[in-house]
C-alpha cells in the first residue's frame, strides 16, 4: 500500500536533508544525528523515574527505571533501546519506555548497555543479560516482581532481546513471561526482498545497516553466531511468548516475519504484526503517526497479558 501520510511527511523531511555517506560517517557523528532526528514531544507521565548503576561482567551497567502508579511489586519489562547497535542511550528512547510504562503498568527498565565500535560483540548481549538476570535475583530491591520478566526492543534492541531469551533458555534462566520484538534485527544478512524494495529512501537504508553491522562485529564471521544473528539458532524451541511487530517500508521487514514464522513453527506463541504504510522507527513516534500509536497500545496490551 502507499505510505501512510503521516509517515510521509516526516520522510519527506528527513529525505529533504543532505544523504548520509557511510563511507566517512563517524559514530560520534550519527550519534549526534540520531540525538536530534526524533520529533520532540511532551514527555508521558509516570510515578517515578531514577537512574542507577548495575553490576556487569565488565563494569557497571547505567539503568533508568520507569515506575508506573499503583502498589509494588510490579510485573518487569527489561527494555534494549535500538540504534544499531552504535547509537541511541537512556535518552534517545525516553518517551517510548514512558509510553509502555503507562499503558501496560509495568516497571520498565531500560538498560544502556555497552555500544559498538568501543565495545563490539558480545558486549551488548552480555549487558543485557546480566541486566536481566539482576532483576531476576535483585529485582524486589526496585519494585519489580522477579517471576514475572519480560525483555523487549526495537531494531538492535529487538536482537538483543532476542538473544536474552535465547540465553536465559540455554544458561538456566531466567524464566521470562514475554518477548516483545519491535522490527527486530535478526540475521546479518542483506538478501531478503525487503532489503532489495527498501534498500534506500525510508530513512533507514540498506548501506546504513552495512555500517552498524560492520562497526558491531570484529568479522564477518561472526554473523554466524546466534547471540548476533537468533534466526541463525539451531532450535527456538522454549522461547518465551513473543510480539513481533514489523514495517512494511522496512529493510528488516523480512528477517523479523522469518524469525516470527520460526517461532511458531518451533511452538512458541507468537503474535506477528506487519504495520503498512510506515517505515523503521514508527514505533517511536506515537505522537505523530498513528499507526505508532496503535503499535504502542498493541506492545502494551501483549505486556498486560504476558503478565496476567
Known amino acids: 500500500m502507499p505510505l501512510d501520510p503521516q509517515a510521509k511527511a516526516i520522510l519527506d523531511a528527513m529525505n529533504a536533508a543532505p544523504p548520509i555517506d557511510t563511507k566517512t560517517l563517524e559514530p560520534a557523528a550519527m550519534r549526534l544525528m540520531y540525538d536530534n532526528m526524533l520529533p520532540p514531544s511532551e514527555p508521558v507521565a509516570v510515578a517515578a523515574v531514577r537512574d542507577r548503576k548495575l553490576p556487569g561482567t565488565a563494569g557497571e551497567i547505567p539503568i533508568r527505571i520507569y515506575t508506573p502508579e499503583g502498589r509494588a511489586p510490579f510485573p518487569v519489562l527489561a527494555w534494549f533501546h535500538g540504534g544499531g547497535f552504535v547509537i541511541g542511550g537512556l535518552a534517545s528512547h525516553d518517551g517510548v519506555c514512558r509510553e509502555l510504562c503507562v499503558e501496560s503498568g509495568c516497571l520498565v527498565v531500560s538498560v544502556d548497555y555497552r555500544l559498538a565500535p568501543e565495545h563490539r560483540f558480545p558486549a551488548a548481549p552480555d549487558d543485557c543479560y546480566a541486566a536481566t538476570r539482576w532483576l531476576a535475583e535483585h529485582g524486589a530491591e526496585i519494585g519489580a516482581d522477579p517471576t514475572r520478566i519480560a525483555v523487549g526492543g526495537d531494531s538492535a534492541g529487538g536482537n538483543l532481546a532476542a538473544v536474552v531469551a535465547l540465553m536465559a533458555r540455554d544458561r538456566g534462566g531466567p524464566n521470562l513471561r514475554h518477548q516483545l520484538l519491535v522490527y527486530p534485527v535478526t540475521d546479518h544478512s542483506f538478501e531478503t526482498r525487503s532489503y532489495g524494495e527498501n534498500a534506500e529512501g525510508y530513512m533507514l537504508t540498506r548501506d546504513m545497516m552495512q555500517w552498524f553491522w560492520g562497526h558491531y562485529l570484529t568479522d564477518a564471521s561472526q554473523g554466524r553466531n546466534p547471540l548476533a544473528s537468533p534466526l541463525r ?55 505523530v503517526i498513528d499507526r505508532g500509536r496503535r503499535a504502542v497500545e498493541q506492545a502494551a496490551r501483549a505486556l498486560r497479558q504476558a503478565f496476567a
Open 233 to 287: 539458532a539451531k532450535s527456538l524451541e522454549g522461547l518465551p511468548p513473543a510480539t513481533v511487530i514489523t514495517a512494511e517500508f522496512d529493510p528488516l521487514r523480512d528477517e523479523g516475519e522469518a524469525f516470527a514464522e520460526r517461532l511458531i513453527a518451533a511452538g512458541v506463541r507468537t503474535q506477528l504484526t506487519r504495520y503498512d504504510g510506515v517505515f523503521h522507527g514508527f514505533f517511536s513516534m506515537a505522537n
